[in-house]
């Protein structure tokens, strides 16, 4: 028998023209999503979960989420879950002087994972900028996901993006993959 873990409270960080990002309770893990205000269309990009069942989840199982202000501008959620053999970490990075997003994500995996990723659906028209960036020109501020880490890879496939390692792990290890959330200029 399966019984729902009750979460936490609902959270939010204001972005601007680089979207709200909010984090809401469902099951047993936060769901995440960027909206982008004043666009013509509705505009959002949204983290899609798994099951409480799956050992690989098709985005880390943020069961624990905490906020932290720095004195330099920066609005910061960092989070953590587990699910099957895997613990995971992440940290989504609000850089106003930058004009972006940059989310950090790792897993601790005790075994050889099946596979690691962060999968969101989008909204809007995005496409392939080139091999590992994805843009969308369909909102008021033209946005642009891009890998930033050389161990990361990114593709989208109709509405979903996703992002994970771009080599697979060959034993029990840490991995971890990178990407921002960029307004164009």
């Not at 936060?30 to 069942?53: C, K, N, T």
């Not at 843009?135 to 993006?161: K, M, N, T, Y």
Request: charged residues 20%; negative net charge.
């Amino acid at each position: 028998m399966t019984k729902t873990q009750r979460g936490g409270e609902s959270l939010e960080l204001l972005g601007g023209s680089l979207g709200d990002l909010a984090f809401q309770w469902s099951g047993d893990r936060y769901v995440h999503q960027w909206r982008f205000q004043g666009a013509p269309s509705p505009l959002a990009l949204m983290s899609i979960e798994s099951g409480h069942d799956v050992a690989w989840p098709v985005s880390p199982p943020l069961q624990q989420i905490h906020r932290q202000s720095f004195a330099d501008g920066r609005e910061v959620v960092f989070g953590v879950g587990m699910a099957g053999r895997g613990h995971w970490s992440a940290s989504f990075t609000l850089v106003p002087d930058l004009h972006c997003w940059i989310v950090e994500l790792a897993c601790r995996a005790s075994v050889v994972p099946e596979s690691l990723m962060s999968t969101y659906r989008t909204t809007g028209e995005w496409f392939a900028a080139s091999e590992n960036e994805f843009r969308c020109e369909s909102g008021i501020q033209p946005l642009c996901i891009e890998v930033i880490a050389a161990s990361s890879a990114a593709v989208l496939d109709r509405d979903q993006i996703r992002i994970f390692p771009n080599q697979a792990a060959e034993s029990a290890a840490t991995q971890q993959w990178a990407f921002r959330l960029r307004a164009i200029s």
